[in-house]
Each structure stands twice: as C-alpha cells, then as structure tokens.
C-alpha cells in the first residue's frame, strides 16, 4: 500500500538523545519504530505481530509498528535515525524528509541491527 513518510523527532524516542543512554539492542527497540493509524495499520496488516518493510525509490528498511491514533490516515511517521536514513534520499542536494511516496507491507523479515546498517554502508 502506498503512503505518505514523514520523518519526526519525537523526543521519547530521538536516537540523538538515547544514543549514549541505551544499549544497541535496546536502542532498536526504543528508535527503530514506524507510528502509522490503527485504520491504516489494518488496511495492510491482517494480524498482530509483523513489521513492517517501507520502500522509497532509496532504498527499504524493516520497522516495528506502532499504532498511533494522533497520526493522520494513509501517512506514516518514522523517527530520524540510522533505519530513516536508509529510506530517504535527495533532491538538488537537500535531503527529502517530509511527504516521501513509500510502498508500506507487512513482513517477517527482522528490524536490522544497527551493526548491520553500519556494514552494509560500508560495503556501498
């Protein structure tokens, strides 16, 4: 299903912020997350307990879900942070953080870890 992106600073889970306060695991646990509606979350996902994987024409990254009803229907909010990064991209060298078209779909695949991001970038 296509949606908006928006990435957000929310301060309970700013990685800038739980960086130095929490372990890489739990770092995943608190930053790695993607706050979408209940009535949207439903429109993709027929059970509990799956990520979620979002594509943008930069790359995809897996995300933990997190139904939040203050969220505006067919719109998706991620945290700015090392998983957002993998899914944003540029025009005319600004970085695009708001209102990106991303393909959202229920998964099994994991959240990557922080250890295996950092990896892949310097594989690129």
Same mark, same amino acid.
């Given at each position: =299903?296509?949606? *908006?992106?928006?990435? $957000?600073?929310?301060?309970?889970?700013?990685? #800038?912020?739980?960086?130095?306060? *929490? %372990?890489? !695991?739990? /770092?995943?646990?608190?930053?790695?997350?993607?706050?979408?509606?209940?009535?949207?979350? !439903? #429109?993709?996902?027929? !059970?509990?307990?799956?990520? *979620? !994987?979002?594509? @943008?024409?930069?790359?995809?990254?897996?995300?933990?879900?997190?139904?939040?009803? %203050? $969220?505006?229907?067919? =719109? $998706?909010? $991620?945290?700015?942070?090392?998983?957002?990064?993998?899914?944003?991209?540029?025009?005319?060298?600004? =970085?695009?953080?708001?209102?990106?078209?991303?393909?959202?779909?229920?998964?099994?695949? @994991?959240?990557?870890?922080? %250890?295996?991001? /950092?990896?892949?970038?310097?594989?690129?």
């Amino acid at each position: =299903m296509k949606l *908006l992106l928006s990435t $957000i600073r929310e301060i309970k889970y700013d990685q #800038k912020t739980l960086i130095n306060e *929490l %372990s890489e !695991k739990e /770092l995943k646990e608190n930053v790695a997350l993607c706050l979408i509606h209940p009535e949207t979350f !439903k #429109k993709i996902v027929s !059970k509990s307990g799956v990520n *979620l !994987k979002l594509t @943008t024409n930069y790359g995809s990254v897996v995300l933990k879900p997190v139904q939040d009803e %203050s $969220i505006p229907l067919e =719109m $998706i909010y $991620i945290n700015k942070s090392i998983w957002a990064n993998q899914i944003i991209g540029d025009f005319k060298n600004k =970085m695009l953080f708001k209102n990106l078209e991303v393909e959202v779909e229920p998964t099994e695949e @994991t959240v990557p870890e922080i %250890s295996n991001i /950092l990896e892949k970038l310097k594989n690129l």
